[in-house]
């Protein structure tokens, strides 16, 4: 995505002249966000704010806003901070420490208010034009990329609890510091495969995915097409095992078998 947006060395360089500016505003930034979401009716029940604020709560708010907000004014593209901003998505669609789930039309609309104040503080700095059209541009389409980043956590998250029953995950080996547990659940559908469900896990983990899965390339020729389309399917990388119920899916039914409410699927890397 960033390819795509072709952030230019000019922009990424106006928006560097920006940055002290946008320091200086840091932490009125910061607190007058929260303000503002604690004064609007909608986000302040998202929040759980309609009569009293929690303290601690909105302190916690405040120190993740300000951890987003350095790296962002240092900005980072590394894969780390792209995981970062995936797993804030998970936290919008509900699943964080608190369970709040923050519909996304106000993740995108607080994206378009950020953008508003970064203008209004270059603004009223008294920074060039020639300085903060190129900046702003630069920053625009840096946080556009992060948007869709933390909408994609959202949609893989949403897409994650979707089920009417739930099917036990056991994690071996180094999969548990990969993911940061022993076992986890997974909610499934009727009629859903170990193939969904493991889908969803590792859309869900995919910091596993080049751990476990070897990408290759098949090709599907389509009656009403006029060429042969190829697309990337996954497969697990040797020495992996994926047990249902204690069978090796290699010898059972393989990744179409069934799954039942009460199942288990069991994740083991070589050497296990």
Known sequence: MLRFVNLSQDERAAMLRTVETLLQRAREFVVGTYDYLRSVPETAAILGWETQVDEEHLEERRRFFTLWLSRTLGIDTSDEFAQYLFRAGHYHAGLGPRRIHTPPNYVITSIGLTLAAFAHYLHAAGLPAETIAPA???????????????????QIAREFINGDFEVRFSLYGRLRTLVGAQELTIPARPGSTVADLLRKFFNYYPQVRPEALERLWQSEEKEEALWVEVKPVYVPR??????????????????AAPVHKQDEIALFPPGR
Do not use: H, P, T
Request: glycine share 14%; proline share 0%.
């Open 136 to 154: 702003m541009a630069g920053w625009n389409k840096y946080l556009s990329v992060q948007l869709n980043q933390m909408l994609f956590g959202y």
């Open 238 to 255: 040797r020495g992996w095992r994926i047990l249902l119920n204690g069978r090796d899916l290699a010898y059972e039914r393989g990744f």
